[in-house]
């Protein structure tokens, strides 16, 4: 982990956030690099759930909601962890988590083992509230949003009367969500403020094993289709009493983090659970009648819920290598092509005699369509590196024999291999290399 943390931070991946300030805990902002990465993984995600999809529509909801919101869907109530106090190191910690969270006392031990007594665990909320409005009042209190859920289901009724979806369908949204997590760790994996990729799929009663069954295999060949390696990644299924109680069944995807295995992503078959408590809250009909078969009924909603940051943090730690002999070893991020943040560096021999002329014509060229990087500091081997480190997939390095037949050294970022191409033919290699993957599996459980 913190040879990902000091890539990221020398590289532009990630910075903490108001670093000059001395840096505001669990957060961080994604450099020029990092948001190529990150934007790259939503577009993946939002191509494979919603976009190639037929039967699935995107939302883009407020994060402030109408705080009845959150009593319908029990974050109010329910949405706390068991938070425990050190009476000795004064550190506050996640009761759940003492095994993997560390004291803040020096030498740092493990939580509760600083011989300090620690507190009977008590409820704490994980929502931040703030007020809407000039009134500091308890009237004006809005939470922001813990999950981008909530949205989609208040909205259920909206998005079946302006388009022409039934049941079973899904509706999609990638957006902020906010949790004052007790003890945030790890980079990237808990932080307060953090992205998600949530889809809620609306299936008629009785549908909804099947559609639990085929989302969870969807859902984890997502990631393998990306490049994470299969035996770093599994699906647990949650034990009987580990399932929330409205919860017919419940998945985690989980990856082999440095940390050990943890959950990248949630899968459930929530039933009708959040239509009916919004029915129930607002006082609307939130049902569906099907013209056809004449019947009235209140959707299941399987939920695939995956965190955008916690898989950046993934595909990082799961492309990262290292390779080659002792004295010549190279850092190489063996990230798929399509979730590279640069796609080709177009690198010029030497910063004379028309060399790099030629090479930001080929720049020109390719960027319109594809985020191409131009460097002419240093070694073309130091270059080279330098794109490794970054996952670049394609070098093109434009030499005196381009000047004389219009050819460029195409080197591949995972096999540093070498060839001579046209320049002309730039364009439809680089095309194929960065295509993502297509997925061609069923779109629905067998029948
Ligand atoms: P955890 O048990 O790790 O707290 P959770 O079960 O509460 O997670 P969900 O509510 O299922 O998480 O959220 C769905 C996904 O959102 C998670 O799988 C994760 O990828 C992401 N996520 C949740 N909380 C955080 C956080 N604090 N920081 C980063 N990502 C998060």
């Not at 993946?44 to 999809?53: F, V």
């Not at 906010?178 to 994996?189: D, Q, S, W």
């Not at 390719?366 to 985020?371: I, S, V």
């Not at 219009?406 to 540093?416: A, C, F, K």
Request: hydrophobic fraction near 35%.
């Amino acid at each position: 982990m913190e040879k990902i943390v000091n890539l990221c931070k020398r590289r532009g991946f990630v910075f903490q956030s108001s670093e000059i300030y001395g840096g505001l805990s669990s957060c961080y902002d994604y450099g020029p690099l990092g948001i190529e990465l990150k934007r790259n993984v939503k577009e993946a995600w939002w191509r494979d759930t919603i976009s190639s999809r037929g039967d699935v529509v995107g939302l883009d909801c407020s994060i402030l909601m109408h705080p009845r919101t959150w009593e319908a869907s029990g974050h109010i109530a329910n949405f706390s962890d068991p938070m425990v106090d050190c009476k000795l190191c004064k550190g506050r910690f996640r009761a759940d988590h003492l095994a993997e969270t560390r004291c803040p006392k020096q030498p740092s031990k493990l939580a509760g083992h600083c011989d300090g007594e620690l507190t009977e665990p008590r409820s704490f909320n994980l929502m931040f509230k703030t007020h809407m409005g000039p009134m500091e009042d308890s009237a004006a209190a809005v939470y922001l949003r813990p999950e981008t859920a909530q949205g989609i289901f208040v909205n259920f009724v909206n998005v079946v009367n302006s388009t022409r979806l039934r049941p079973p369908f899904g509706i999609g949204q990638i957006g902020k969500s906010f949790r004052n997590e007790i003890t945030p760790a790890n980079f990237l994996f808990r932080t307060r403020e953090f992205e998600q990729m949530e889809l809620e799929f609306f299936v008629p009663p009785g549908s909804d094993d099947g559609w639990y069954e085929y989302w969870k295999n969807r859902r984890l060949q997502w990631y393998t289709d990306y490049g994470i390696r299969p035996e770093r990644l599994r699906l647990r299924n949650h034990e009987s009493d580990e399932l929330a109680h409205y919860a017919k069944g419940c998945a985690d995807v989980e990856y082999d983090f440095p940390i050990g295995w943890q959950e990248l992503e949630g899968i459930a078959n929530r039933t009708d659970f959040d239509l009916k408590q919004h029915i129930a809250y607002s006082g609307k009909d939130l049902s569906y009648f099907n013209d056809q078969t004449k019947e009235r009924f209140v959707p299941y909603v399987i939920e695939p819920s995956a965190g955008a940051d916690r898989g950046t943090l993934a595909f990082l730690i799961d492309s990262y290598d290292e390779d080659g002999p002792e004295n010549d070893r190279r850092t190489v991020l063996r990230l798929h092509p399509s979730l590279a943040p640069v796609k080709v560096a177009i690198l010029p021999l030497m910063k004379r005699d028309g060399l790099d002329a030629k090479a930001m014509e080929i720049v020109e060229a390719l960027r319109p369509y594809f985020a191409v990087s131009y460097d002419q500091a240093g070694s073309i081997g130091r270059r080279y590196r330098r794109q490794d480190e970054v996952g670049t997939p394609l070098g093109v390095t434009v030499d005196y024999d381009t000047m004389k037949d219009g050819t460029v050294t195409l080197r591949d970022r995972d096999t540093m291999e070498q060839v001579r191409v046209p320049i002309d033919d730039l364009f439809d290699i680089v095309r194929k290399k960065v295509a993502p993957p297509v997925y061609r599996g069923p779109l629905a459980p067998a029948a």
